[in-house]
């Protein structure tokens, strides 16, 4: 059945290029990417705080789709997956340092994007784009994995999560780029107030996106614009016009300015007259960290537990589409397929070295069909296949949340939502006997179906030879998140010399990173 789904991708791939009239010029492409917002964040899917009327008049001129996923519950993994269309075990960012530990790219992280990636913005070079990232990065700080090194022309943001302010002596604070060189630190030149929350860094990053947009619309050059403002990821904060603002704390007031920052970017994109021929994606990275408490994190609606975890709440993400004049209607979508989607859109053909797990969606969002309504749906943990959707029906062959230990010390990642057998702190193997749920009825992960009835039987035969198709062909690439050094933090990153900011390094002395989760 996957050797089917990956044959009919590449039909459709092939349609959708050849029927692009070589007259319409490339579209613009613009991915908001948001930190940590949860799929219940929005009103339009049912949030009654009233924080997203510019998000909800974005779904309802576009298209909502509410089975959107991620490919990892976790920051840096998922990053990687959307920029190369590749799943995180293929591209390599996962660690092989414990079994289903989910890694990223903390500052003493050694590894990166792998060199052997093509990232999106490489490939549109082909069809001469202009592309700037704005936000946060996450995938490597060390130089050669920067995003000037790796196909974007522009960035402002920083490398890595906006945690601190640090004592310098022992861990430098996080530098903010513009380009190749730092423009500040966090905590320094970049404030944020760790007790009231102010900052006005998604001030700064709207700014940096306005401006990409009219420079590049006023020299009639091809954009890519991928938006990644952090906000409502911990330590949350936002600027002082909305603090106070939101019904749910400090993490509300950070979703206003966020749904205020895209309703002054779609706003801009039609005074310029370019909304026609601009696409539009937002979503998140993964599931809302409910770990972080009220206030201060975002909610998943019905969806069990949060980031870090594959259940459906860790996974599954807000999404909506926007170009006017040409979105349709949803269906079962996956983060990557955004690598692929723009590709077609640019009419690019995809990189035919290596296997894509992103699927074209144009003919679903211009052409309303329904040719990919079954594909699956991977949910990895690190190193470790923990579940597959196929159709309305989801199979768990591992469950974990985390460890008793850390449970007990008060890491909780599904906060009031214990469900005995699986939300489980132990690593559960359910491979001979997967835990089946049927999505559509129990959307919640909370009502097993009954291994002996019927229903599971038929179920469990649709979803197996997938999983036995995906596990035959998989190569995984060569883990990136192994290794640890202090010696690579950001004591003295480019541009340093001329702010007086540069750091003495400690002396390199390796070691094999610890995931806890």
């Known amino acids: 059945m996957y050797t089917e789904t990956l044959a009919l991708f590449c039909a459709i791939i092939s349609c959708s290029l050849t029927e692009k009239s070589p007259n319409v010029s490339s579209p613009n492409i613009i991915i908001m990417l948001m930190d940590d917002m949860g799929w219940g964040d929005l009103g339009v899917f049912g949030q009654p705080s009233k924080e997203t009327p510019n998000l909800d008049a974005m779904a309802a001129q576009g298209m909502l789709l509410p089975n959107f996923y991620t490919a990892n519950p976790l920051c840096s993994p998922s990053r990687a997956a959307l920029l ?126 306005l401006d990409f947009i009219h420079r590049q619309t006023e020299a009639q050059r091809p954009f890519f614009l991928y938006w990644a403002a952090d906000a409502t990821h911990g330590p949350v904060y936002a600027s002082k016009q909305f603090l106070g603002k939101s019904q749910r704390g400090r993490y509300g007031d950070a979703v206003m300015e966020l749904d205020f920052s895209v309703g002054q970017i779609l706003s801009r994109l039609q005074s310029l007259g ?55 209607e949803g269906t079962l979508a996956n983060v990557m397929d955004l690598f692929t989607t723009s590709l077609a859109l640019a009419g690019i053909s995809p990189p035919d070295d290596r296997t894509l797990d992103g699927l074209d969606l144009t003919p679903v969002l211009l052409k309303n069909s329904d040719k990919i309504q079954n594909r699956p749906i991977f949910y990895y943990r690190g190193n470790e296949l923990m579940a597959v959707r196929v159709g309305q029906y989801k199979a768990h062959y591992w469950t974990w949340s985390n460890s008793l230990e850390e449970f007990k010390s008060g890491i909780n990642f599904c906060p009031g939502q214990e469900v005995p057998g699986v939300t489980t702190h132990e690593q559960k193997d359910h491979t001979m006997q997967p835990i089946i749920f049927h999505l559509g009825k129990d959307p919640g ?65 390796p070691w094999k990173c610890h995931w806890p989760h």
Request: hydrophobic share 35%; aromatic share 10%.
């Open 84 to 209: 190369t269309g590749r799943l995180p075990v293929r591209n390599g960012f996962y660690t092989t340092n414990g079994h289903a530990r989910n890694a990223y790219t903390p500052q003493e992280i050694v590894g990166g994007i792998s060199q052997d990636e093509i990232l999106l913005p490489q490939m549109l070079k082909k069809r001469g784009y202009v592309s700037k990232i704005v936000g946060k990065w996450h995938l490597g700080h060390m130089p050669k994995y920067l995003p000037l090194k790796n196909g974007f022309d522009e960035w402002f943001g920083a490398p890595n999560c906006h945690f601190g302010p640090y004592n310098s002596s022992i861990r430098p604070n996080i530098p903010v780029y513009n380009n190749s060189e730092m423009a500040g630190r966090y905590y320094e030149e970049f404030m944020i107030d760790r007790k009231t929350g102010e900052s006005n860094l998604t001030q700064i990053y709207l700014m940096e996106g």
């Open 274 to 328: 370019i909304e026609k021929n601009t696409f539009v994606f937002f979503t998140s990275d993964n599931g809302a960290a409910l770990v972080s408490g009220p206030g201060n994190s975002g909610s998943n609606g019905p969806f069990l537990c949060g980031k870090e975890t594959t259940f459906e709440g860790g996974m599954r993400e807000p999404a909506i589409a926007w170009w006017p004049g040409h979105i349709k």
């Open 445 to 509: 992960e909370k009502f097993p179906i009954s291994a002996l009835t019927k229903e599971y039987q038929d179920a469990l035969s649709r979803i197996s030879p997938v999983v036995e198709q995906h596990k035959e062909s998989l190569v995984p690439g060569i883990p990136q998140l192994n290794m640890c050094d202090l010696a690579v933090m950001n004591w003295a990153p480019a541009g340093c010399e001329k702010l007086g900011k540069c750091l003495k390094a400690p002396k390199s002395e």
